[in-house]
């Protein structure tokens, strides 16, 4: 079976420019995902493949240890940290010597500070963009949409995460498991940890009960992993009935974090795609808050990204309103909030008010309003009974009006815009929308009025040096998309923010969801950390071009590869 799955990589990497991303995914250390990865290098080798290791942890295990014999192995870089030498994978060695295969073990781990990325996720990324494949491991708590559900099943809080869509946008994934009888054999064996490690061990972490509930969490996430794949999602028509999720956050709502877990699960579990949706109310306006809860705004919003989802902000002081509004127009069937966690005043009832989540309730007829309590998140069993596999949200492709997704960010050089000295949001802005309808004069008046109008309801710069003003249009049928690279920065002088990437998109008003596959297509792409990197980085428009059009070819559904 292992030589099947070396084989079908092996296919793909014969036929992709863009580097592939193959996964061997375990639920604990000891499972063997460091001995299967290095056993696909030998086997690929034999193929002809040039295959070369960028970093391997054998953490004293002879076995694994052993398997290094015969692989080349890119030398380490030795970095300086507070007196300690320490060797972290060379990625400039790695694109300098451009194998056509790089083993890169412990795909969560952090690098040293002063590496040039943060994460060895981020690293891969930059790998992948080069054209060189890579084979990594991953153990399944490293996930960040499992972090509460990790901690409350094992009491132990993952410090290393990775964002859910570096694993769902992997070509492949192969599960590594064993019983938890046997890894424990192992481990008494001595064959995982070091001798002064292995009562530790056998107490804490590796308790019978801590092995199942992740054996478990990755068998859910391997099999909800295969159901999105197994989808062709050019072959499916739009939902019947409104069933997208769509999380409501507060700038002052305890645990934001643990909500958009919680959101992104349920979303997996019901094949949907889910929405971030922030209301701005006068007393949240940035002028008026403090920096700290500007900061945890901004982080939870870029957070709700890493997780899948795509981000609204609008301005309103009725927040139900606001979000029943959206809720109906984007077919939203289910609405989760997190309880305040404090009751309401009783002298405020004898005035008549009621609460946010009771109002939801009472007005969201047809909706499923689920209230999490942040504080002690209960079983994750959604709350309308389904009981699937979690995993990463179904995309929805719209047919009518011919729309891909991936045709909607096709860009010619005139739609991309380069400005090296510092730019006001405004007028960024409209020199995109005069781009966009460049060649569609009749709708500039209309869609400079409605993406001013939607700036009017709420800021749609999402964090990440990203913005993405965008709007509907009556009458047009393709969506129109146009992008400006700021190298100065381009500035929200309302919010004081500022960003390098601004993504303009006017879409067609019927359906809704034709709007939101695209913005979703443009969001999943502005979070790629290295995309960024390149799009800011590029010196003409053609450039840009070209780093867009890679892009989008690696989403390509498992039905295109």
């Given amino acids: 079976m292992n030589e099947n799955r070396a084989d079908?990589?092996?296919?793909?990497?014969?036929?992709?420019?863009?580097?592939?991303?193959?996964?061997?995914?375990?639920?604990?250390?000891?499972?063997?995902?460091?001995?299967?990865?290095?056993?696909?290098?030998?086997?690929?080798?034999?193929?002809?493949?040039?295959?070369?290791?960028?970093?391997?942890?054998?953490?004293?295990?002879?076995?694994?240890?052993?398997?290094?014999?015969?692989?080349?192995?890119?030398?380490?870089?030795?970095?300086?940290?507070?007196?300690?030498?320490?060797?972290?994978?060379?990625?400039?060695?790695?694109?300098?010597?451009?194998?056509?295969?790089?083993?890169?073990?412990?795909?969560?781990?952090?690098?040293?500070?002063?590496?040039?990325?943060?994460?060895?996720?981020?690293?891969?990324?930059?790998?992948?963009?080069?054209?060189?494949?890579?084979?990594?491991?991953?153990?399944?708590?490293?996930?960040?949409?499992?972090?509460?559900?990790?901690?409350?099943?094992?009491?132990v809080k993952v410090r290393e995460r990775i964002p859910d869509h570096i694993v769902s946008e992997a070509d492949q994934i192969v599960n590594v498991d064993i019983t938890t009888e046997d890894l424990r054999r192992r481990l008494t064996e001595g064959k995982v940890y070091t001798k002064d490690r292995i009562e530790t061990a056998l107490n804490h972490f590796f308790i019978p009960a801590n092995l199942e509930q992740l054996r478990v969490l990755t068998l859910r996430e391997l099999a909800a992993q295969i159901d999105s794949r197994r989808r062709d999602p050019l072959a499916e028509d739009?939902?019947?009935?409104?069933?997208?999720?769509?999380?409501?956050?507060?700038?002052?709502?305890?645990?934001?974090?643990?909500?958009?877990?919680?959101?992104?699960?349920?979303?997996?579990?019901?094949?949907?795609?889910?929405?971030?949706?922030?209301?701005?109310?006068?007393?949240?306006?940035?002028?008026?808050?403090?920096?700290?809860?500007?900061?945890?705004?901004?982080?939870?919003?870029?957070?709700?990204?890493?997780?899948?989802?795509?981000?609204?902000?609008?301005?309103?002081?009725?927040?139900?309103?606001?979000?029943?509004?959206?809720?109906?127009?984007?077919?939203?069937?289910?609405?989760?909030?997190?309880?305040?966690?404090?009751?309401?005043?009783?002298?405020?009832?004898?005035?008549?008010?009621?609460?946010?989540?009771?109002?939801?309730?009472?007005?969201?007829?047809?909706?499923?309003?689920?209230?999490?309590?942040?504080?002690?998140?209960?079983?994750?069993?959604?709350?309308?009974?389904?009981?699937?596999?979690?995993?990463?949200?179904?995309?929805?492709?719209?047919?009518?009006?011919?729309?891909?997704?991936?045709?909607?960010?096709?860009?010619?050089?005139?739609?991309?815009?380069?400005?090296?000295?510092?730019m006001e949001k405004g007028e960024a802005m409209l020199q995109l929308v005069e781009a966009c309808c460049h060649d569609r004069t009749e709708y500039k008046e209309a869609a400079w009025e409605a993406i001013l109008k939607r700036e009017q309801q709420g800021s749609t710069f999402v964090g990440d040096d990203v913005a993405i003003p965008h709007a509907r249009l009556t009458g047009l049928r393709q969506p129109l998309v146009a992008i400006g690279i700021g190298r100065a920065g381009i500035r929200d002088t309302e919010s004081g923010r500022s960003v390098r990437i601004m993504l303009l998109l006017l879409s067609p008003v019927e359906p809704p969801e034709s709007h939101l596959v695209t913005l979703g297509a443009i969001s999943r792409m502005a979070r790629n950390d290295q995309w960024r990197k390149e799009v800011i980085g590029a010196r003409q428009s053609s450039d840009v071009v070209k780093i867009i059009q890679q892009q989008k070819g690696a989403w390509r559904s498992p039905h295109e590869a």
């Fill in 238 to 422: 739009l939902p019947s009935s409104p069933d997208q999720v769509m999380v409501a956050l507060s700038s002052r709502g305890p645990n934001s974090e643990a909500l958009l877990r919680y959101a992104s699960r349920l979303a997996g579990r019901l094949n949907r795609n889910w929405y971030a949706v922030y209301v701005q109310t006068s007393r949240e306006h940035p002028t008026v808050i403090d920096a700290a809860t500007q900061r945890v705004l901004s982080n939870t919003l870029t957070l709700a990204q890493q997780l899948g989802a795509t981000v609204f902000t609008y301005k309103g002081d009725d927040i139900v309103k606001t979000i029943l509004q959206f809720a109906r127009e984007y077919r939203v069937g289910h609405i989760v909030i997190g309880n305040p966690g404090r009751k309401m005043p009783f002298w405020r009832r004898l005035r008549g008010e009621v609460s946010i989540m009771e109002r939801l309730a009472v007005e969201g007829t047809g909706i499923t309003v689920v209230v999490l309590n942040t504080k002690s998140i209960p079983d994750e069993r959604p709350a309308d009974g389904v009981n699937a596999p979690a995993g990463k949200p179904h995309k929805i492709v719209v047919k009518q009006g011919n729309l891909n997704p991936h045709n909607a960010l096709t860009l010619s050089d005139s739609c991309v815009l380069i400005w090296d000295e510092a």
């Fill in 8 to 155: 079908s990589f092996l296919r793909l990497i014969k036929r992709s420019q863009r580097g592939r991303l193959k996964i061997y995914l375990g639920y604990a250390a000891g499972v063997g995902k460091t001995y299967q990865m290095l056993l696909e290098g030998h086997r690929l080798k034999k193929d002809g493949i040039d295959a070369a290791i960028g970093v391997v942890e054998t953490h004293g295990r002879a076995e694994t240890a052993a398997l290094l014999t015969g692989l080349e192995l890119i030398p380490l870089r030795k970095i300086v940290y507070r007196g300690i030498d320490i060797e972290e994978m060379d990625l400039d060695a790695i694109l300098t010597r451009r194998p056509n295969v790089v083993l890169v073990d412990e795909l969560a781990h952090t690098n040293v500070p002063g590496s040039k990325n943060a994460k060895r996720y981020q690293d891969v990324e930059e790998i992948l963009s080069a054209g060189i494949h890579v084979i990594s491991t991953l153990n399944v708590q490293h996930l960040e949409s499992l972090y509460e559900t990790v901690e409350r099943a094992t009491a």
